[in-house]
């Protein structure tokens, strides 16, 4: 067969670290190529590909997301369509990247001008290099006040050197592109530090991926084959499977063979073909080689899987992702204050079912039993990602109970491993003593430290991933809020040993009630308190952060007696310190293994898994005895 090529069309992913001004960029590039009307560019705001509620309250982007530009610029080819993936910057989203890499000819990597490569561009920078993808290199945010440009090129050159193999060593030769995503302006002539770069547009960014990006290559010919890359829904189509096509011609109303991941194949009619324009999905009638649209008819089409021509069916490779490195138990809510939120979804039904929802989009994911009929090891990249599916299920509605994330370990030789993080932090050079000292009681070995000059320093360390389950809380206290950390998956090593990561105890209620003011006054002394009063408690919810390593039972319900002797008002005035709120993501930190978390649409609670006092008493003097013994 011959080989033909779609001059008119590019498929490129733009991938950088968390905060790198991905998102930014990507908004700049849809205004400038024209992806919407002058009103609409008015309305769009900030972040448009950034669409998610959780998604803008974090910052953070969680799903890959593709959009489409129709380029019209000097250096391109009429009718030139450019198809723009926006993948996560957060290493526990790595599957969605994976996933997107799977879609694309080539990739856009954005790294910051002050803060360089960190991990996530190496995890996203060794995945496309093993798939042959070509890279063109955008550094942002040249405007920095503290922008160091040559360095950062310099660090990104050496990161490419120690991920090529042996024989890729042309992939050292790619584009050097320089932007403020937020100003709109790319320029191929590098900037002083900290100023803008030279031009008023994007064009030369524009062009870099039309010559760098090659255009998708298929077989005159040959039958059709595309890979299902994602899913979606809608209200009036049901579910949607967005398709990147590889090979032939893809037409509504067509009959097609679905190659299922089991093996099977089902011959199937396409009853909708959508193709995205800017930011929405238009009906169209037909696609071909290179191009992603989304097909409706196919109610039960998964991630992965092919779709194929019905005459001579040909099946690509399943996507495949890196394996789990955390897990936690997910399961119905068993406190007695569950099922008082009017309308929650409280069943092991709805639960099991909202889990496995989650299966069909989300590749990085496994759901697993465990011996309760109501509860499931749920595993996924990292604990960011497991909590932000719980934020997800409590938002729509559903009462849980939330174990402490654990780590998922292997069997080497016959011997325990644990995933190991390589973990970069950035800080105000002062605190190193005490990040140091913080990661040694972690096990974590510094594998490196540099300093610009600029008063911050950055070191690398190899942590076990159990190790940084906690760790965040704790390092901004010791930066005072100032340091930055981010960490993506190493290898697997043997077992390090014991690591206590929390070295106070818990304030934990004894019995039922409301909490009062006048017990808070006095329990105060005894640590930090985490609820205010009037808060209605339960015996074994925990109720504040013990200022000792042990657990303390409490008595939060307790009322002043009552008296016939007249108080003055400043006896009767309760001075009580504002309590700690925290959020879901900081009480799973909190947990130890004897705790969890209780997570309704409106409360976050951190009980005890066993509620009873006695009979967490007899169980501490059982495992006291079995250890002298």
Not at 104 to 132: C, M, Y
Not at 318 to 341: F, H, Q, R, Y
Not at 515 to 526: F, Y
Not at 566 to 588: G, H, V
């Amino acid at each position: 067969m011959t080989s033909l090529r779609r001059n008119d069309l590019r498929n490129v992913a733009i991938v950088a670290h968390v905060d790198h001004g991905k998102t930014t960029l990507v908004d700049a590039m849809l205004r400038q190529g024209g992806a919407f009307t002058e009103r609409e560019a008015e309305n769009a705001g900030d972040r448009v590909m950034d669409s998610g509620d959780l998604e803008r309250e974090k910052g953070i982007t969680i799903l890959a997301k593709n959009t489409a530009v129709h380029y019209s610029g000097p250096s391109a080819p009429e009718g030139m369509t450019i198809n723009i993936i926006d993948t996560p910057g957060h290493a526990d989203f790595g599957g969605e990247v994976e996933r997107a890499l799977s879609m694309v000819d080539g990739i856009v990597l954005l790294v910051d001008a002050s803060e360089g490569p960190l991990p996530q561009t190496r995890f996203v920078l060794r995945k496309a290099l093993n798939q042959k993808k070509p890279v063109a290199l955008v550094v942002n945010k040249t405007d920095r006040s503290d922008a160091r440009i040559d360095e950062v090129v310099d660090e990104t050159y050496e990161l490419f050197m120690d991920l090529l193999e042996d024989g890729d060593e042309d992939a050292l030769d790619f584009p050097v592109i320089y932007a403020s995503g937020k100003a709109g302006i790319a320029s191929s002539v590098k900037p002083e530090n900290g100023t803008l770069p030279e031009g008023d547009s994007l064009e030369p960014l524009f062009k870099t991926i039309l010559e760098t990006i090659p255009a998708p290559v298929y077989d005159e010919g040959a039958p059709l084959q595309a890979h299902v890359t994602n899913l979606d829904s809608s209200p009036f189509l049901g579910r949607l499977a967005l398709l990147r096509i590889f090979q032939g011609e893809l037409h509504k109303g067509q009959t097609v063979a679905w190659m299922k991941g089991d093996g099977t194949v089902k011959n199937v009619k396409i009853t909708e073909l959508l193709v995205t324009e800017g930011l929405v999905r238009v009906p169209g009638e037909k696609a071909g080689p290179g191009d992603i649209v989304a097909i409706a008819g196919i109610p039960e089409i998964m991630i992965g899987e092919t779709i194929a021509d019905a005459e001579n069916p040909i099946a690509l490779p399943l996507i495949t992702v890196d394996e789990p490195a955390i897990s936690m138990t997910i399961g119905t809510n068993t406190s007695p204050l569950a099922g008082k939120v009017k309308g929650a979804k409280v069943t092991a039904r709805l639960v099991k079912d909202r889990l496995d929802s989650e299966l069909i989009g989300n590749v990085s994911l496994k759901v697993l039993p465990t011996e309760r009929p109501d509860a499931w090891e749920v595993q996924g990249r990292g604990e960011l990602a497991l909590a932000i599916l719980v934020e997800q299920m409590r938002r729509e509605g559903y009462e849980l109970t939330v174990g402490k994330p654990q780590v998922v370990t292997k069997d080497i030789n016959g011997k325990r491993h644990e995933p190991v993080e390589r973990l970069t932090i950035d800080a105000p050079e002062e605190y190193l003593g005490a990040i140091t000292e913080l990661l040694a009681n972690r096990k974590g070995r510094m594998e490196g430290m540099s300093n610009h000059g600029t008063g911050w320093i950055r070191m690398e360390f190899l942590v076990p991933a159990r190790g940084l389950i906690g760790f965040r809380t704790e390092f901004m206290t010791v930066t005072r809020g100032t340091g930055m950390s981010s960490h993506i998956f190493e290898s697997y090593e043997p077992w390090a040993g014991e690591i206590r990561s929390r070295l106070s105890g818990s304030l934990v209620a004894d019995r039922a009630g409301a909490a009062t003011a006048h017990a808070m006054t006095s329990l105060q002394e005894r640590g930090t308190l985490f609820v205010p009063p009037t808060t209605e408690v339960y015996e074994g919810m925990i109720v504040g952060e013990n200022s000792r390593a042990d657990d303390m039972d409490v008595n939060i319900t307790k009322e002043k007696q009552q008296t016939n002797i007249r108080s003055s008002s400043a006896d009767n005035f309760e001075k009580l310190t504002p309590p700690k709120t925290l959020s879901l993501e900081q009480s799973l930190e909190f947990c130890r293994d004897d705790e969890c978390v209780e997570v309704t649409p409106e409360n976050v609670r951190i009980r005890k898994l066993v509620l009873d006092a006695g009979e967490r008493s007899r169980t501490a003097a059982r495992a006291r005895k079995a250890n002298k013994s």
